[in-house]
T-cell receptor, first 114, second 115 residues
Framework: AQTVTQSQPEMSVQEAETVTLSCTYD???????LFWYKQPPSRQMILVIRQEAYKQQNATENRFSVNFQKAAKSFSLKISDSQLGDAAMYFC???????????FGPGTRLSVLP | ETGVTQTPRHLVMGMTNKKSLKCEQHLGHNAMYWYKQSAKKPLELMFV???????ENNSVPSRFSPECPNSSHLFLHLHTLQPEDSALYLC??????????????FGPGTRLTVT
């Protein structure tokens, strides 16, 4: 069974600085999808960024980028120029290519300090 | 309204009560999901519906009973719950259930407290 691990339960970053959230996963599949979701204190989970495993290029969405290391099964999220609105729980998620079997990590709570 | 909505946002119920959670998606999606989010635990997928047919049921106790009358609405009927069922219940939808669909869109959740 696939598992997703986020080893940092909590992180903090100074406003305007850069922070990296870690995620590792375990799978025997060669093709799959990885996601970072953000859950602000209001609780609505929203998609931040996604990566297809067959793509070597790291995904980027404005201030958010990933470092996808397929061999190491690592999928970290980098947030540049952190803003107060980035404070939230961040969940790493894995999906196999055959269905909607999403597996979520336990989450990392990010605080942004003014 | 846009996106995925859930009602009520907060619910307190006794162990002998019967209540229902409602989810509605306004995205034209064909698949809907119920998740349970407990403190300090990963999200647990409970049920998946595709085109109103249940396709996944992850060993959820029978005191939780889902219903999907159409592709836009999803209910979770609750009966004889236990205090450990207190959690945030999230509804999500996606375009389809299958390899052609990528992300899920989540509702704001219902905070359930069982007393």
């Amino acid at each position: 069974a696939q598992t997703v691990t986020q080893s940092q339960p909590e992180m903090s970053v100074q406003e305007a600085e850069t922070v990296t959230l870690s995620c590792t996963y375990d799978t025997s599949e060669s093709d799959y999808y990885l996601f970072w979701y953000k859950q602000p204190p209001s609780r609505q989970m929203i998609l931040v960024i996604r990566q297809e495993a067959y793509k070597q290029q790291n995904a980027t969405e404005n201030r958010f980028s990933v470092n996808f290391q397929k061999a190491a099964k690592s999928f970290s999220l980098k947030i540049s120029d952190s803003q107060l609105g980035d404070a939230a729980m961040y969940f790493c998620a894995y999906r196999n290519p055959y269905g909607q079997n999403f597996v979520f990590g336990p989450g990392t709570r990010l605080s942004v300090l003014p | 309204e846009t996106g995925v909505t859930q009602t009520p946002r907060h619910l307190v119920m006794g162990m002998t009560n019967k209540k229902s959670l409602k989810c509605e998606q306004h995205l034209g999606h064909n698949a809907m999901y119920w998740y349970k989010q407990s403190a300090k635990k990963p999200l647990e997928l409970m049920f998946v519906y595709s085109l109103e047919e249940r396709v996944e049921n992850n060993s959820v106790p029978s005191r939780f009973s889902p219903e999907c009358p159409n592709s836009s609405h999803l209910f979770l009927h609750l009966h004889t719950l236990q205090p450990e069922d207190s959690a945030l219940y999230l509804c999500a939808s996606s375009q389809d259930w299958g390899p052609s669909s990528y992300e899920q869109y989540f509702g704001p959740g219902t905070r359930l407290t069982v007393t």
